[in-house]
C-alpha cells in the first residue's frame, strides 16, 4: 500500500534515484507545455494566453481525484501523504509577494528551470534573483519570523476548514475548472493576439 | 502571415500537459508520499553558499542553521535532485522541439536590459515570497492542492489574485 518508501516497500536508497526521474518527466512535461516562456505564461493575466490556467487547473483535478480515488480503493493511504501545513497569514502574505515576482518576472521558480534549460538569458537573471530573494528573507529572518510562525493552523485541509465532504468538494472544483476553462477561451477570443 | 509563422502550435495541448502533470503528482504522492518542488533547491543552494562562505554565521541563524546538518551537505536532498532532473527534462523538451536557442526572451516594447533587470526582480520577490509561504507554485499551490490542503489553496489565491492585481501596472513590459 502507498504511498511506497515511507512504508518500506521501496527501500530509501532509492529516494534520489527516484528523485531524479520525477525531475525529469516534471521538466520534460513543463517545457513540452510551454512553461519555458514567459511571454505565453503571463498571458494568463492578461487574457492572450491561458495555458497556466489550463495546465494548473488540469493537474491539480487530475491528481486530487487520482489520488482520492486510490486512497478509496485502498492503494495509497492518504492519512501518510505530506499535507503542505497552513500557516495563515505566511501564505497570503507569501503569496501576495510571489504574485508580483511573477508579474514582473513572468516565471514561478519550476518554470524558470525549464527555460533556464533551454538557453533563456532573462530566466538565468530570475533565478539569480530567487537567490538574492531567498538570501535576503534568510538574513532578515529574525524580523520575519513571528509572521513565518505565526497563525499556525497545523496540516488542516478544507474538509477541516469547510466541513465539507471531500467527495463532493472535488466535485465543485472540478465543476469551477471546467467552467473556468469555457469563460478563458471566451475571453481569448475578445483580447487582441499577441505574437511572440 | 509572418506572424502565424512565429505562432504556429509548437507545444502540447494544454489540457494533455496538465493530465500528464497530474498523472505525475499522482505518481509521486504514491511513490514518495510527497509532492513536487521547485524552489527547494534555490534554498539549499543559498544554504551550502553562505555554510560554505561564512559557516559560524549560519550556525547563528536560525533559518540557516535548520537546514545544516554536521557532515552532510544541505544540497543533499530530494529537491536538489529532483530539480536537476527538472534541468534534464526541459532541456530534453527543447532539444527535441527545437527550441534550444540562447536569447534574451522580451515584448517589443522593452529592451533586453529592461527585460533582464525586471526578471532579476521578479526572482528576488518570489524567491522570498517562496519562503515565507513554505513553498512556490509546485511545493505550495500544485502539491497542496493535490491532497485539499488549505494552506495550498490560500497560497494559490494570493499569488494569482496579486498577480491579477498588478497586471495593469506592468503591462507595459507584456503587452
Known amino acids: 500500500m502507498g504511498p511506497l518508501i515511507p512504508n518500506g516497500i521501496i527501500p530509501p536508497e532509492w529516494d534520489f534515484v527516484i528523485a531524479l526521474l520525477i525531475g525529469i518527466i516534471f521538466g520534460y512535461v513543463l517545457e513540452a507545455s510551454g512553461f519555458s516562456s514567459s511571454r505565453k505564461l503571463a498571458g494568463v493575466f492578461y487574457g492572450y494566453d491561458f495555458v497556466v490556467l489550463k495546465v494548473f487547473f488540469t493537474a491539480a483535478v487530475v491528481a486530487v481525484i487520482g489520488i482520492y480515488y486510490l486512497d478509496y480503493l485502498g492503494f495509497i493511504d492518504i492519512s501518510k501523504l505530506y499535507i503542505h501545513p497552513t500557516y495563515l497569514w505566511a501564505a497570503i502574505v507569501g503569496g501576495i509577494v510571489m504574485g508580483l515576482g511573477f508579474i514582473l518576472g513572468g516565471f514561478c521558480p519550476g518554470t524558470s528551470l525549464c527555460a533556464v534549460a533551454i538557453g533563456k538569458i532573462d530566466a538565468m537573471a530570475y533565478g539569480v534573483g530567487i537567490l538574492i530573494g531567498v538570501f535576503i528573507f534568510s538574513e532578515f529572518f529574525s524580523f520575519i519570523q513571528p ?3 505565526g497563525s499556525n493552523y497545523g496540516a488542516i485541509t478544507l474538509v477541516d476548514t469547510l466541513g465539507i465532504s471531500p467527495y463532493w468538494f472535488i466535485f465543485l472544483f472540478s465543476l469551477v475548472a471546467i ?11 475578445k483580447v487582441k493576439k499577441i505574437f511572440y | 502571415m509572418e506572424n502565424k509563422v512565429k505562432n504556429k502550435h509548437v507545444y502540447w ?24 518542488g521547485a524552489s527547494g533547491a534555490f534554498k539549499s543552494t543559498v544554504v551550502t553558499f553562505v555554510d560554505d562562505v561564512a559557516p559560524t554565521h549560519a550556525s547563528k541563524n536560525a533559518y540557516y542553521e535548520q537546514f545544516i546538518i554536521n557532515g552532510k551537505s544541505p544540497l543533499n536532498t530530494w529537491l536538489v535532485f529532483e530539480t536537476l532532473g527538472v534541468l534534464i527534462g526541459g532541456f530534453l523538451s527543447g532539444a527535441l522541439g527545437g527550441r534550444l536557442k540562447l536569447y534574451i526572451q522580451h515584448a517589443p516594447n522593452i529592451t533586453s536590459k529592461k527585460r533582464l533587470f525586471v526578471a532579476l526582480l521578479g526572482g528576488l520577490f518570489f524567491g522570498f515570497g517562496a519562503q515565507l509561504a513554505r513553498g512556490c507554485t509546485s511545493g505550495a499551490a500544485l502539491s497542496g492542492m493535490a491532497v485539499l ?23 507595459k513590459n507584456w503587452i
Open chain 1, 147 to 149: 509572521l513565518f510562525d
Open chain 2, 13 to 36: 495541448n494544454p489540457y494533455f500537459g496538465g493530465f500528464m502533470l497530474g498523472l505525475l503528482l499522482i505518481f509521486t504522492f504514491y511513490i514518495t508520499g510527497r509532492g513536487l
Open chain 2, 149 to 171: 490542503s488549505t494552506g495550498g489553496f490560500v497560497t494559490m489565491l494570493a499569488i494569482f489574485g496579486s498577480a491579477y492585481a498588478f497586471a495593469y501596472f506592468f503591462r
Open chain 1, 179 to 189: 467552467i473556468a476553462f469555457v469563460i478563458s477561451d471566451l475571453v481569448r477570443k
